[in-house]
């Protein structure tokens, strides 16, 4: 066989690996798990027993996001939840009156009662994200509640959300609930990169092994985290991560190692409503944090260039060179390779409601992520490291959650 052949027979390999081998990656079905308590017992049950649905406070960490917050904080206030429940959302030094308007949002929407908190600048060694954590955290543990929702600020909710989520965590006996929330497909690059970029996450984090009891494989989304309180102290969290930039997944690292069940899956009724209506917008969500998810290693960045050109450049270029070069093996092995690439990301356009005419596309967007990616990496070596909202963080000296 040609070279090109072997190529082609190269990537149809690991596309029926990936198809089979890597926890079904591609099936969007994992979503809450069961949840029958309380919703099941009889009223009167609910009625006299004393405090039957635990306390949660909803910790929204938010620097400069009054564009997202008349859409987002409204959400969260009309909760309903038949436990004591509160907001605790931590204005992390904005610039844009974010902290005023989500005390105007809450006098004017009513609902679950509103606490506005100010960490001030960051302590050397803590990503932004995760010290307004660490003091709305603080500030919330105060009352006792046997819960946190940890929630970002572009993040809109169902009114029934929370309870799904607490009765999921109770009815489950899980530490760490989180939900990948849908998000915000509505442009034309939105269309092309969103669903792939939760296509890539899951590929790299298949749900199904990340909820198999005892299983090494741990990640979280970071805009809908429900943790127990108990289960957060006992990881040391968010201190023991305070400097991880991809923390979402630090946070589901640390708290399976410390013996805490976790669970990830789809969201229904969790949206992202920030927009990201240009290339440049979806470029720099995604380039921030990419090195970062390397390790800041060039060996890891050359395996993934390979690994990524290998898997989805590869069939349509080997394909093509097939056809006009007459090569059968590479025209019919390419082909397939794509056939199957092209299948595995039908259900995820699916539940984002996109046309199915785009998963031919996939190979397309997926050079974009490898562009991407090795963006992020310049981007670090020239010394701006993960930059997000004016703040930069380089290589941490010591990464505690690995």
Not at 93 to 119: F, I, K, Q, W
Not at 372 to 386: E, L
Request: glycine content about 8%.
């Amino acid at each position: 066989m040609s070279a090109v052949a072997w190529i082609a027979v190269g990537s149809l390999t690991a596309w029926v690996w990936l198809l089979l081998g890597q926890g079904f990656f591609w099936r969007t079905d994992q979503r809450l798990p069961r949840r029958d308590a309380p919703d099941h017992w009889p009223d009167a049950a609910v009625r006299d027993a004393p405090n039957p649905w635990p306390d949660v406070a909803v910790v929204v960490p938010a620097r400069d996001e009054a564009e997202v917050l008349p859409v987002s904080l409204p959400s969260l206030l009309a909760q309903v939840y038949p436990g004591r429940a509160e907001i605790v959302l931590v204005d992390d030094g904005s610039r844009d009156g974010t902290g005023e308007l989500a005390r105007s949002l809450s006098e004017r929407h009513g609902g679950l009662p509103l606490r506005v908190v100010s960490p001030g600048e960051p302590e050397p060694g803590w990503t932004g994200k995760l010290w307004a954590l660490r003091h709305g955290i603080a500030s919330a543990r105060a009352d006792g509640p046997e819960y946190l929702l940890l929630t970002d600020a572009d993040i809109a909710h169902e009114p029934d959300s929370l309870r799904e989520l607490v009765a999921a965590a109770r009815t489950n006996r899980l530490d760490l609930v989180s939900q990948m929330a849908r998000l915000r497909v509505a442009s034309g690059w939105e269309r092309l990169i969103v669903p792939a970029f939760v296509y890539f996450f899951s590929q790299l984090y298949p749900f199904r092994w990340v909820n198999r009891p005892g299983s090494r494989t741990a990640a979280a989304a970071g805009g809908c985290v429900l943790l127990r309180t108990e289960a957060a102290q006992r990881a040391g969290v968010p201190e023991s991560i305070r400097q991880a930039v991809i923390d979402d997944v630090s946070l589901a690292r640390a708290v399976q190692r410390s013996g805490g069940r976790i669970w990830l899956g789809l969201a229904d009724g969790v949206d992202s409503v920030r927009p990201y209506p240009r290339l440049a917008d979806l470029w720099r969500m995604v380039s921030r944090s990419a090195y970062a998810q390397l390790l800041h290693s060039p060996l890891l960045l050359a395996g993934t260039v390979v690994g990524l050109a290998l898997v989805y450049l590869a069939p349509p270029l080997t394909l093509c060179a097939g056809v006009w070069g007459r090569d059968a093996a590479a025209g019919w092995a390419g082909g397939l390779a794509w056939v199957v690439m092209t299948g595995t990301y039908l259900p995820m356009l699916r539940y984002y409601r996109q046309p199915l005419l785009l998963a031919p596309l996939l190979p397309f967007t997926a050079l974009l992520y490898l562009l991407m990616t090795v963006d992020s990496a310049v981007q670090h070596h020239r010394g701006r490291g993960a930059a997000w909202k004016g703040r930069t963080y380089a290589r941490p000296e010591a990464t505690p959650d690995r």
